[in-house]
């Protein structure tokens, strides 16, 4: 098996099978036809014809948006058309750097195929037998990828709080990592991607985290999100990437540019050129 099949998982969708979504003149995600026309039901917030879905151009205010929207995606719960809302706002946006048009819920970002955040950390631990990586096991009830194997830390990045507070949570909360081991981790990379879900499109863009952590280190999960962890070295984990599917899908693209990083991934291995290019979709 190889590295390259999980890039090229992450990066599967049909541009046909979407129609794009506007706000003002700029588009910020794509939606499914079948989507859009439940949107149709509410005719203030949206307008819908066969080629856009679009925010309705009398909501002009960053308020007035998030208060429409929101009152939508309560009713969408209502029909089943959501599962639940998880209380997480995310900004819409094309770039992380700019203003937010308004404010989604995580539970439906998917569905509006917007562009999502998100920060994840490797933890590691270097001693006389190289360099061995902290695993963790996602908890059987999670919503999403239940079992499957997982970065240390790893979580969402919400609208309202900086990078660094937000890390700092994340770490505490998964694995029971101090706000002053947490300022050690060093930001190294940026992952996206475009993937095809069930509920509709995930344009994902990842910062990625690196934590040198002393040999006494021991993670402990405060959240519930992991179950187990694990301390392997990692040629263990280079191995269990490229020959299995046993880690959340986009934790695959964050080992691999761990791996292209460190230099575990070289220039002579068949796949190199292809890994290094196709780290970054959006």
Known sequence: MSYLRHIEFCNRWNPEHYIPFIVGETGYGWVRPAFAEELRHFPAVFVVDDHQL???PDL????ARNEAVAKVLIELVRL???DHLMGELYPVLNDRSESPAFLLDRAAVSLFGVRSFGQHLNG???NEDGLSMWIGRRAADRHTFPDLL???VAGGFPFGITAEEN???????????TPELAAQAVPTSVISYRRETETGLRSDTIYCYDLSLPASFMPRCTDGEVSKFYLWHIENVARMVAESDAFKPNC???MIDFLLRHGLIGPDHHEFKDLSSGLQSL
């Not at 002009?60 to 308020?63: D, G, L, M, V």
Request: proline share 0%; charged share 30%; with cysteine.
């Open 167 to 177: 890390l700092a949570k994340e770490c505490e909360e998964e694995a029971g990592i």
């Open 252 to 254: 695959n693209l964050v």
């Open 150 to 152: 997982d970065q240390m």
């Open 60 to 63: 002009q205010s960053f308020e």
């Open 80 to 82: 089943d058309l959501i």
């Open 124 to 126: 590691f631990v270097e």
């Open 54 to 56: 679009m925010l309705h």
